[in-house]
Every structure is written in C-alpha cells, then in structure tokens.
C-alpha cells in the first residue's frame, strides 16, 4: 500500500511537472566588452552634441547622430546582466522561457529580455513544531530540518507559485504522514517505531519529501528529525509507562541471575559434598536465596543456631 501510494505521487508529480519546459542554457555573451562599447558610444554620443553646438550648419545632422548613439548605448546598457554566485537568472522574451543563465560574471543578453533571478545556494529549512497523532494514535511533537537547493530554474518560476514556500508546506505534510504511519515507541516488539529507528524513518521522510518538491525543481540534500517527544497532555503518563517497563525488564534480568546462582549452589553443593538436603530443605534453601537475591532493600540476617529441622 505504500509502496503504491509513493508511485502515485511520483506519477501525478512528473504530470504536473510535465507542463513546464525543462531547464536549459540561455543566449548570452560576455558583458564587459560589450560594457566598453556602450561607454564608447556614449561619449560619441556627447561628441556629437558637442559639436552640433559648435556648428549650426551640420546640427540637425549631428544632433541624429547623437541621439542614434545615446540609444545604441542604452540599448547596450539595458542587456547588461550581473550574475553573482549562487543565483541564475531565467530568461523570458515576450512570455516565453528562452533559457538560464548560470555562468557567474558580468553578461549580456536581449534588452527586451525580463531575466528573472532565482537563487541556487543551499538553503535550511526547519518545519514548525507539529502535533500529530502516531500509528497507535498517542499525540506527539515532531519537527524535521530540511536541507534542499534549486535545482531546475525553470521548474522553480514557472511550476509553481512560490517555490520556498512550496518546500515548506510540503515538507511540513510529509513530516505528518510520516509521524502517523509510525508509532512513537515499539515497546518491545519487531515494528519499527520512530525512537528506536531513526535511520528507517529519515530515509522514507527524504523520499517522500523528494516526491513531494519535484514539480518545483528542487533536490533534497538531506532531511533529518530535530525534536520528537510526546505531546505534553500525555508526557507525564507515557514517562510513568516507561519507568515501568524499566523495572520490569530489570527485575526481570535480577530473577533469571538469582535463579542462576542459586542453581550454582545447590550443584556445587551436591558436588563437593558439603551436606545432602532433602527436596524441603532443598525449597527453603531456595526460598532464602531468591529472597536475599531479589530482595530492593538489604536482608536482615539471622544465625540459626539450632538443628535445621526446628
């Protein structure tokens, strides 16, 4: 069933993701050059006017020249695209998803280009504090870091929203369903549980999380629980169970011990030869050993100094 269930939101998450053109390398050209040129034709440009004030018979011209020029120069300027590291721009002429740029540095592209900035560093995300039933429906507190880095630009502007708060709100709903499918503690038995199999239950919580976030084009580095505890309404209680099933298994381990040494001297006595005891002598020897053995408190010793039959 839940193997099915994973398949099905990996399904319906490559059909949403299907809509959206994958990711690829925009157009452009280095920046600087093309840097210096604008400069160029903007001091041409003030040139121009210069001289077109020098001039009155060639101003109309030099004025046209100029004004080519200072357009030519802010046609060149507006192309001009810095690229930090750690962040990529989506490209997008007239509405449509013309490429990404990634390669850090000063670079030029369209001018009538809207390029779209979208960071690509890794990023932490803690999920809120949650309360939520577990499989044996005890209220419990869990919370879970998610560390997780842009992978497809062009999945993370177009497929989604707010692909930040995407990964929140999904990571925080996989936090849940995982904390429900596991009971808090096995108590002992075979089932896994979410204190007794960390590794178990941060390995199914990164897949799903992955499932979860790849419309937005977005890969889950790693995902690990940060609190797990139970809600504070049944604390007290669920602490008293395992104080007693503590005891339990330690009184359990002080019997299977004293019944051992007391099965050690009986042997060693019938061995050596010390002294031969009848099957009652032998059940009230017993008795005050488990007693002595098991007993919380020190035993008050009594010396018989009569025969063992009084």
């Known amino acids: 069933m839940e193997v099915g269930t994973m398949t099905a939101q990996t399904q319906h998450a490559d059909a949403i993701s299907t809509n959206v053109t994958p990711e690829r390398?925009?157009?452009f050209w280095p920046g600087i050059p093309l840097l210096v040129l604008a400069v160029a034709l903007a001091l041409a440009a003030v040139a121009a006017f210069y001289e077109a004030s020098q001039?009155?018979?060639?101003?109309?011209?030099?004025?046209?020249?100029?004004?080519i020029l200072v357009l030519a120069a802010i046609f060149l300027l507006r192309g001009l695209t810095p690229v930090a590291p750690g962040r990529a721009h989506v490209v997008q002429l007239f509405g449509k998803y013309r490429g990404t740029i990634r390669e850090p540095g000063l670079q030029w592209v369209n001018p009538f280009a809207a390029r779209l900035p979208v960071s690509t560093r890794i990023r932490n995300l803690e999920s809120k504090l949650v309360k939520v039933n577990d499989a044996d429906?005890?209220?419990?507190?869990?919370?879970?870091?998610?560390?997780?880095?842009?992978?497809?630009?062009?999945?993370?502007?177009?497929?989604?929203?707010?692909?930040a708060s995407f990964v929140a709100i999904q990571a925080e709903t996989a936090v849940r369903h995982i904390a429900s499918s596991y009971p808090y503690d096995s108590r002992g038995a075979d089932a896994p549980s979410l204190r007794d199999n960390a590794d178990e239950v941060?390995?199914?919580?990164?897949?799903?999380?992955?499932?979860?976030?790849?419309p937005a084009g977005v890969h889950v580095i790693e995902t690990r629980l940060t609190r797990l505890s139970y809600a504070p309404e049944?604390?007290?209680?669920?602490?008293?169970q395992q104080q007693a099933s503590a005891v339990v298994a330690a009184r359990q381990r002080i019997v299977e011990g004293a019944v051992g040494m007391v099965r050690l001297a009986l042997r060693r006595l019938d061995e050596e030869g010390v002294v031969e005891l009848d099957e009652e002598r032998k059940a009230a020897m017993v008795s005050n050993l488990l007693v002595v053995l098991c007993?919380?408190?020190?035993?008050?010793?009594?010396?018989?100094?009569?025969?063992?039959?009084?």
């Not at 941060?202 to 790849?214: I, K, N, Y």
């Not at 049944?234 to 008293?240: E, F, G, S, V």
């Open 202 to 214: 941060t390995g199914r919580l990164a897949a799903e999380v992955t499932d979860r976030v790849r």
């Open 25 to 27: 390398t925009a157009r």
């Open 137 to 163: 429906g005890n209220p419990i507190e869990i919370a879970a870091v998610v560390v997780w880095q842009v992978h497809d630009t062009a999945y993370a502007t177009y497929s989604v929203d707010d692909y």
């Open 295 to 310: 007993s919380e408190q020190a035993t008050q010793q009594v010396v018989n100094t009569g025969s063992l039959y009084q």
């Open 234 to 240: 049944i604390a007290q209680a669920m602490l008293r």
């Open 55 to 67: 001039h009155k018979g060639a101003a109309l011209g030099l004025t046209w020249a100029g004004a």
